[in-house]
C-alpha cells in the first residue's frame, strides 16, 4: 500500500469516526430537547362546553380553554354590518368577516393579542373597545374590529378563531 | 530526592502539602496579592469587586430562599407569601435577593460603562468584554426568569410578553414558544423549568466570571488614562492597596444597598406583582423591571412585531463587536475631547430609554423612545466608527506615572519622570 492510499484511508476513517460521534451526539440530545416540548397530558386536546343561552345580544362571556381565554360575543346587527361593510382587501390580515363565523350573531374568538399575547379589553360593557368598537389591547396598543380582525396597532393578525361546533341552539363545544 | 522537589515555600507545612500538590496558594498569591494594579485607578475599578460580592450574595440568599419556595402555579405564590410571613427572616431573604437583583444591574450597567468610557474593551481586552456581554446576557435571562417564580401578575404578563417575542421570528417562532413554555401558554410547565433554570444559570455566570477575572489578569487591568504600564513603577499590588481600596467601596455600597432593603424594599417592586397571577386579566399597563426597560423601550418603538423584536436583540448583540467598532487607538475619553461627549449622552440615553420603556407607548414618550433608538444605533454604527475621522486626541503621557504631572496637557520630558520616581 503506498503512502498516498494509506492517507485517504485515513481521512475516511478520521471522517466517518466524526460523523457517527456527531450523529450520536445529535441522538442524545434529542430526547433531551424534546422533553421540554408540550406533554401528552398538555396535548390532550381538551374540550369545553359553553351554555350560551344566558348570552344577550351584545354581550360577551369569556372562558377558559386550554389555559387560554376564548371569547364568545353575541353580536349585535350593527356589530355585524359594520364587520360585513369592511372592505376586506384592505386589512392588515384580510379576511371576510363570514370565514370568521359559524353562525352570524355568534363570534368566538381566541382572547389572546397577536402580537405579544396579552388579553385584550372588551369584553365588559364598560372595557375600552377600541376604535373599531370590537376589542383593544392595552399593552401595545393594537385595535380590532367587531369581527375580532386587527385594524391599528403592532399585531400581525386577526384574533384566532378556535375551534369549535354548536352542539345544540343553546350549546357550544370548543376544541 | 523527594524531599528536594516538594520545597519549602511556606512556613506553614499543611500549605506545603497543599502546593505541592495543587499550585492554587501561589496562584492566590500571584492574582490576588502581587497581582500588579495601575497606581492611576479610580473607585470606577472598584465596581469589578462589587458585581462580584454581589454575585455570591444573590446565589447564597436564592438558595435560601429555594428551600421554602414551591415551584408550582398553584402554590408558588402562597410559597412566597408564606416565607414573607412565617419563614424566620423570610422577609430579609427575599429582599435581600429581589433588591440585591435590581443593585447588581446597577453595579453592573456602572461597570460596563466605567469599560466604555476608559476604552477597556480595546486590545487587547476585546475578548474580556465578549465574556463581559455574555454575563450581561446570562444576567438579564436569569433576572427575567426569576420574577416570573413569584407568579403574581406581573411574573405571569411579563413572562407572556417576553416568551411571545419568540413568535415573531417567521416559520419556526410558534414552534419554538411552544418548545421554551412546554405548553401553548405560560403554565405550569413554564415556571418548573424557569426555577431549574433560574438555580443554574448563576452558576454558569459565576464559571464566567471566573473567565472574565483570569483574561483581565493577562494584560493586567486599564486605567483611566488608559495607557500601557511600561514600569513597576507604575502599579501599587494589589494586596494591601486594592482589596482595601474594594472594602471601603464595599462598605459604601452596602450601606446604601441595606438603607434600600430595610426602609424601602419594595421602592423598585410593581405593586401588580402582589396580585396572584391571572391567566384571564392582562394588567393595564405590563411593566418591566427597570434594569430591562431600555430594551422593552426599543421593543416598542417600533410599529411593527418583527422589526421590534430584531431591534431589540440587535441593540444588545451590536455590543459584541463593539471592540471592532471603536476605530480610534486611544482608549480613554479623557483624551478624546468630542467622543467623550458623545459617550456620555449615551449613558443619559440609555436612562431615559429605560424611563419610557416604563411608561405608556404612546405619544411623547413613544416620540423620545423612537429618537433614543435612533441615537442608541447611531451611537453604535456611526459616531463610534467615524468620530476618529474628525477627531484629535489630547496627546497622551508617557507614563502612568505622568498622570500626576499633568499628562494630556503637555507632554512632559522623560527625565522628569525619572525624578519623580
Given at each position: 500500500?503506498?503512502?498516498?492510499?494509506?492517507?485517504?484511508?485515513?481521512?475516511?476513517?478520521?471522517?466517518?469516526?466524526?460523523?457517527?460521534?456527531?450523529?450520536?451526539?445529535?441522538?442524545?440530545?434529542?430526547?433531551?430537547?424534546?422533553?421540554?416540548?408540550?406533554?401528552?397530558?398538555?396535548?390532550?386536546?381538551?374540550?369545553?362546553?359553553?351554555?350560551?343561552?344566558?348570552?344577550?345580544?351584545?354581550?360577551?362571556?369569556?372562558?377558559?380553554?386550554?389555559?387560554?381565554?376564548?371569547?364568545?360575543?353575541?353580536?349585535?346587527?350593527?356589530?355585524?354590518?359594520?364587520?360585513?361593510?369592511?372592505?376586506?382587501?384592505?386589512?392588515?390580515?384580510?379576511?371576510?368577516?363570514?370565514?370568521?363565523?359559524?353562525?352570524?350573531?355568534?363570534?368566538?374568538?381566541?382572547?389572546?393579542?397577536?402580537?405579544?399575547?396579552?388579553?385584550?379589553?372588551?369584553?365588559?360593557?364598560?372595557?375600552?373597545?377600541?376604535?373599531?368598537?370590537?376589542?383593544?389591547?392595552?399593552?401595545?396598543?393594537?385595535?380590532?374590529?367587531?369581527?375580532?380582525?386587527?385594524?391599528?396597532?403592532?399585531?400581525?393578525?386577526?384574533?384566532?378563531?378556535?375551534?369549535?361546533?354548536?352542539?345544540?341552539?343553546?350549546?357550544?363545544?370548543?376544541? | 530526592?523527594?524531599?528536594?522537589?516538594?520545597?519549602?515555600?511556606?512556613?506553614?507545612?499543611?500549605?506545603?502539602?497543599?502546593?505541592?500538590?495543587?499550585?492554587?496558594?501561589?496562584?492566590?498569591?500571584?492574582?490576588?496579592?502581587?497581582?500588579?494594579?495601575?497606581?492611576?485607578?479610580?473607585?470606577?475599578?472598584?465596581?469589578?469587586?462589587?458585581?462580584?460580592?454581589?454575585?455570591?450574595?444573590?446565589?447564597?440568599?436564592?438558595?435560601?430562599?429555594?428551600?421554602?419556595?414551591?415551584?408550582?402555579?398553584?402554590?408558588?405564590?402562597?410559597?412566597?407569601?408564606?416565607?414573607?410571613?412565617?419563614?424566620?427572616?423570610?422577609?430579609?431573604?427575599?429582599?435581600?435577593?429581589?433588591?440585591?437583583?435590581?443593585?447588581f444591574f446597577i453595579v453592573v450597567y456602572i461597570h460596563?460603562?466605567?469599560?466604555m468610557y476608559y476604552g477597556s474593551y480595546k486590545y487587547?481586552?476585546?475578548?474580556?468584554?465578549?465574556?463581559?456581554?455574555?454575563?450581561?446576557?446570562?444576567?438579564?435571562?436569569?433576572?427575567?426568569?426569576?420574577?416570573?417564580?413569584?407568579?403574581?401578575?406581573?411574573?405571569?404578563?411579563?413572562?407572556?410578553?417576553?416568551?411571545?417575542?419568540?413568535?415573531?421570528?417567521?416559520?419556526?417562532?410558534?414552534?419554538?414558544?411552544?418548545?421554551?413554555?412546554?405548553?401553548?401558554?405560560?403554565?405550569?410547565?413554564?415556571?418548573?423549568?424557569?426555577?431549574?433554570?433560574?438555580?443554574?444559570?448563576?452558576?454558569?455566570?459565576?464559571?464566567?466570571?471566573?473567565?472574565?477575572?483570569?483574561?483581565?489578569?493577562?494584560?493586567?487591568?486599564?486605567?483611566?488614562?488608559?495607557?500601557?504600564?511600561?514600569?513597576?513603577?507604575d502599579t501599587v499590588r494589589f494586596f494591601p492597596y486594592?482589596?482595601?481600596?474594594?472594602?471601603?467601596?464595599?462598605?459604601?455600597?452596602?450601606?446604601?444597598?441595606?438603607?434600600?432593603?430595610?426602609?424601602?424594599?419594595?421602592?423598585?417592586?410593581?405593586?401588580?406583582?402582589?396580585?396572584?397571577?391571572?391567566?384571564?386579566?392582562?394588567?393595564?399597563?405590563?411593566?418591566?423591571?427597570?434594569?430591562?426597560?431600555?430594551?422593552?423601550?426599543?421593543?416598542?418603538?417600533?410599529?411593527?412585531?418583527?422589526?421590534?423584536?430584531?431591534?431589540?436583540?440587535?441593540?444588545?448583540?451590536?455590543?459584541?463587536?463593539?471592540?471592532?467598532?471603536?476605530?480610534?487607538?486611544?482608549?480613554?475619553?479623557?483624551?478624546?475631547?468630542?467622543?467623550?461627549?458623545?459617550?456620555?449622552?449615551?449613558?443619559?440615553?440609555?436612562?431615559?430609554?429605560?424611563?419610557?420603556?416604563?411608561?405608556?407607548?404612546?405619544?411623547?414618550?413613544?416620540?423620545?423612545?423612537?429618537?433614543?433608538?435612533?441615537?442608541?444605533?447611531?451611537?453604535?454604527?456611526?459616531?463610534?466608527?467615524?468620530?476618529?475621522?474628525?477627531?484629535?486626541?489630547?496627546?497622551?503621557?508617557?507614563?502612568?506615572?505622568?498622570?500626576?504631572?499633568?499628562?494630556?496637557?503637555?507632554?512632559?520630558?522623560?527625565?522628569?519622570?525619572?525624578?519623580?520616581?
Open positions: 500500500m503506498d503512502k498516498n492510499s494509506n492517507n485517504k484511508r485515513r481521512d475516511f476513517l478520521q471522517l466517518s469516526t466524526i460523523s457517527i460521534g456527531a450523529l450520536g451526539t445529535a441522538a442524545f440530545i434529542w430526547p433531551f430537547l424534546s422533553s421540554m416540548n408540550p406533554a401528552e397530558d398538555t396535548l390532550a386536546l381538551g374540550t369545553t362546553e359553553v351554555d350560551i343561552s344566558s348570552i344577550a345580544e351584545g354581550q360577551s362571556i369569556t372562558v377558559k380553554w386550554r389555559g387560554k381565554p376564548v371569547f364568545i360575543r353575541k353580536r349585535t346587527k350593527e356589530e355585524i354590518e359594520e364587520a360585513k361593510e369592511v372592505d376586506f382587501t384592505d386589512l392588515i390580515d384580510p379576511e371576510q368577516d363570514i370565514d370568521r363565523v359559524k353562525k352570524e350573531e355568534w363570534l368566538v374568538l381566541i382572547g389572546v393579542c397577536t402580537h405579544l399575547g396579552c388579553v385584550p379589553l372588551g369584553q365588559k360593557l364598560t372595557d375600552n373597545k377600541g376604535e373599531y368598537n370590537g376589542w383593544y389591547c392595552p399593552c401595545h396598543g393594537s385595535h380590532y374590529d367587531t369581527s375580532g380582525r386587527i385594524r391599528k396597532g403592532p399585531a400581525p393578525n386577526n384574533l384566532p378563531v378556535p375551534p369549535y361546533s354548536f352542539l345544540n341552539e343553546t350549546t357550544i363545544k370548543i376544541g | 530526592m523527594r524531599g528536594n522537589s516538594e520545597h519549602r515555600k511556606y512556613k506553614n507545612s499543611f500549605l506545603n502539602w497543599i502546593e505541592f500538590r495543587l499550585p492554587i496558594i501561589s496562584y492566590f498569591e500571584k492574582e490576588y496579592g502581587d497581582y500588579p494594579m495601575p497606581k492611576n485607578c479610580n473607585y470606577f475599578w472598584s465596581f469589578g469587586a462589587l458585581a462580584t460580592i454581589t454575585l455570591v450574595v444573590m446565589i447564597v440568599s436564592g438558595i435560601f430562599l429555594a428551600m421554602n419556595y414551591t415551584p408550582h402555579t398553584d402554590m408558588a405564590f402562597d410559597s412566597v407569601e408564606r416565607i414573607m410571613r412565617d419563614v424566620n427572616f423570610g422577609w430579609l431573604l427575599r429582599y435581600i435577593h429581589s433588591n440585591g437583583a435590581a443593585f460596563i460603562l466605567r469599560g487587547p481586552r476585546e475578548l474580556n468584554w465578549i465574556l463581559g456581554v455574555f454575563i450581561y446576557l446570562l444576567m438579564m435571562a436569569t433576572a427575567f426568569m426569576g420574577y416570573v417564580l413569584p407568579w403574581g401578575q406581573m411574573s405571569y404578563w411579563g413572562a407572556t410578553v417576553i416568551t411571545n417575542l419568540f413568535s415573531a421570528i417567521p416559520f419556526i417562532g410558534e414552534g419554538l414558544k411552544t418548545w421554551l413554555l412546554g405548553d401553548y401558554t405560560v403554565g405550569n410547565a413554564t415556571l418548573n423549568r424557569f426555577f431549574a433554570l433560574h438555580y443554574v444559570f448563576p452558576f454558569v455566570i459565576l464559571g464566567i466570571v471566573g473567565l472574565h477575572v483570569a483574561a483581565v489578569h493577562v494584560h493586567g487591568s486599564n486605567n483611566p488614562a488608559g495607557i500601557d504600564i511600561k514600569s513597576k513603577n486594592m482589596v482595601m481600596k474594594d472594602a471601603l467601596a464595599f462598605c459604601v455600597f452596602g450601606v446604601i444597598i441595606s438603607a434600600v432593603i430595610f426602609f424601602g424594599p419594595n421602592l423598585m417592586a410593581e405593586v401588580d406583582n402582589y396580585i396572584p397571577a391571572d391567566p384571564l386579566v392582562t394588567p393595564a399597563h405590563i411593566v418591566p423591571n427597570w434594569y430591562l426597560a431600555p430594551f422593552y423601550a426599543i421593543l416598542r418603538a417600533i410599529p411593527d412585531k418583527l422589526g421590534g423584536v430584531l431591534l431589540m436583540f440587535g441593540s444588545i448583540a451590536i455590543l459584541f463587536v463593539l471592540p471592532w467598532l471603536d476605530r480610534s487607538k486611544v482608549r480613554s475619553c479623557n483624551f478624546r475631547p468630542i467622543y467623550k461627549w458623545f459617550v456620555m449622552l449615551f449613558f443619559v440615553n440609555f436612562f431615559i430609554l429605560g424611563y419610557v420603556g416604563m411608561l405608556p407607548a404612546e405619544g411623547l414618550y413613544l416620540l423620545i423612545a423612537r429618537i433614543g433608538l435612533v441615537y442608541y444605533f447611531g451611537f453604535f454604527l456611526i459616531i463610534t466608527p467615524f468620530i476618529h475621522k474628525i477627531e484629535t486626541p489630547k496627546s497622551l503621557p508617557l507614563g502612568i506615572s505622568d498622570v500626576y504631572l499633568g499628562g494630556g496637557k503637555e507632554i512632559p520630558t522623560p527625565n522628569v519622570q525619572k525624578e519623580i520616581i
